[in-house]
């Protein structure tokens, strides 16, 4: 789902499936390619789109664009790729509620 935040209100809602990329699956690398290479990306979703929805999106407010976040570039900055991973292993391979995610590390 996109929504609109200046100009013109709209929603944009996309529907179909999806494949997820991690950074050991074969196909990874073709993919990753097409981003800003950043050391904390952790999935890529290619997905196929079935169905397009639009709405009006006239409750989404205006909000404006001020800058990025240094947080997250500056949290890996002072990591190694190691620490990285253990946080991953720590943090991302079960959900909130305790049920394994599937995402290697």
């Not at 074969?26 to 196929?48: K, L, N, V």
Request: with cysteine; charged share 30%; hydrophobic share 30%.
């Amino acid at each position: 789902m996109w929504c609109s935040f200046t100009g013109r209100p709209l929603i944009l809602r996309c529907y179909g499936t999806a494949e997820t990329y991690h950074p050991r699956d074969e196909g990874w690398d073709s993919r990753a390619a097409e981003f800003p290479a950043h050391r904390s990306a952790r999935q890529i979703y290619d997905m196929t789109v079935d169905m397009v929805q639009t709405s009006c999106g006239y409750a989404v407010p205006f909000m404006d664009f001020v800058r990025d976040r240094e947080t997250m570039q500056s949290w890996v900055d002072g990591k190694s790729d190691e620490d990285l991973r253990q946080y991953w292993r720590d943090k991302n391979t079960r959900t909130l509620d305790g049920h394994e995610t599937g995402i290697p590390v």
